[in-house]
């Protein structure tokens, strides 16, 4: 199945303004947005004790491969001001690969599809949104099927600005 699939996550600062420069800056290195999921509110997960993240999920195009892409993200991210700190900790911006179409991909600095998830309801939610139907290449499953036996018990709810 077809589709490079994004998750983007901030909780620090004015995190809607830091999902659009995020937005930007990919647009800005030649990665075409395809959809984009509505932007979702979520309690910290695994670390719990922090403010509460936005989510989004986009579809993209690139003709970079999954290590390239990767490398971009990691630029993207410091050039935002991201600092890695601690493991599951509070972040300026995020940007995770959750797919790279149907590739299987185990390297000790990139796994693809995304370990996390089938086990987070603040991935499965946008991803849903965007394209229910695509099919989890390990798991043999779509992502709304995923949505239904994910045991997160965290509110994933659209995120109305203030």
């Not at 809607?16 to 509110?41: F, W």
């Not at 499953?141 to 965290?154: F, N, S």
Request: hydrophobic content about 40%; overall charge negative; glycine content about 4%.
């Amino acid at each position: 199945m077809e589709g490079i699939f994004l998750l983007l996550g901030s909780n620090l600062g004015n995190r809607t303004k830091v999902l659009l420069k995020a937005i930007d800056s990919l647009e800005k290195n030649g990665i075409e947005i395809v959809k984009k999921s509505s932007v979702y509110e979520t309690a910290a997960w695994g670390k719990t004790d922090q403010q509460d993240f936005l989510n989004q999920v986009l579809q993209v195009e690139t003709s970079l491969d999954a290590h390239e892409l990767l490398k971009l993200i990691l630029q993207i991210e410091h050039d935002l001001g991201r600092i890695r700190k601690v493991k599951w900790g509070e972040r300026l911006i995020d940007i995770d690969i959750l797919y790279y179409h149907d590739s299987k991909i185990k390297h000790e600095d990139l796994e693809i599809p995304h370990a996390g998830i089938p086990y987070r309801r603040f991935t499965l939610v946008p991803m849903v949104e965007i394209s229910p139907d695509f099919i989890h290449p390990l798991y043999n499953k779509t992502q709304l099927e995923l949505l239904e036996i994910c045991e997160d018990d965290l509110a994933a709810t659209l995120f109305q600005e203030k």
